[in-house]
């Protein structure tokens, strides 16, 4: 088995490949699945079009899973349910929200409303996360995502310590825009034990977790 990432990106929003070209690269570095989410807003509908069709292409031809997917990035809280929707309408397999990271300046009640929306699968480096949101994500089956982006992984160490509090499940992704971003599993779980996680805690959060995901499964830890 290999590694699965549930959060990169390519030229579709401010990556550096295009979708085929990413997975191949993901490949090399022998994952058996990445998630294209690249960033959008109101054009969620046209960003899943785009990357649902490099997705199949990839999908028909080479032995590592695309998942076809969005991040909803910097948009107003309030939006959140319907833009999630809207992207789950238009076939995205996984939804990820932008969460409240240390590193851009995301309006506050960001990670409240993720963690609320029934089509949000991954909350994004939330930063300073709430026990209150911590225990959302947990109720509703969503996932804390632990960073290993620069600026990004700032928080990771409080978003384990939180999120165990609140038994929430936890996945190591690589936010990746280029090659060397792509996270080998070796690397997964040097961020995972650099952010608290321990043998078995970074086992499920790396391996079991996203595994639950692709089977449609709520995450575990």
Sequence with gaps: MGRIDLHAHTVFSDGKFIPCELARRAKVKEHEAVAI???????????????????????????????????????????????????????????????????????????????????????????????????????????????????????????VKVGKIAGAGFVVNSDAHDFPDLLTLADAYRVAFGAGLEGEEAYITIEENPRRFMKGKPGIF
């Design 37 to 159: 989410t690249d960033h959008c807003g109101a054009n969620v509908v046209e960003v899943v079009k785009r990357v649902k069709k490099e997705c199949a292409l990839v999908n028909r031809f080479w032995q590592i899973k695309a998942i076809p997917g969005v991040e909803l990035t910097h948009i107003p809280p309030g939006s959140i349910d319907e833009l999630a929707a809207q992207a789950k309408s238009a076939g995205a397999e996984i939804v990820v929200v932008h969460g409240e990271t240390l590193a851009e300046p995301v309006e506050e009640g960001t990670n409240a409303a993720a963690v609320n929306c029934e089509n949000v699968d991954i909350l994004a480096h939330p930063g300073l996360i709430t026990l209150k949101d911590a225990k959302m994500a947990q109720e509703h089956g969503i996932f804390l995502e632990i960073s290993g982006r620069k600026g990004h992984c700032l928080a990771n160490g409080h978003v």
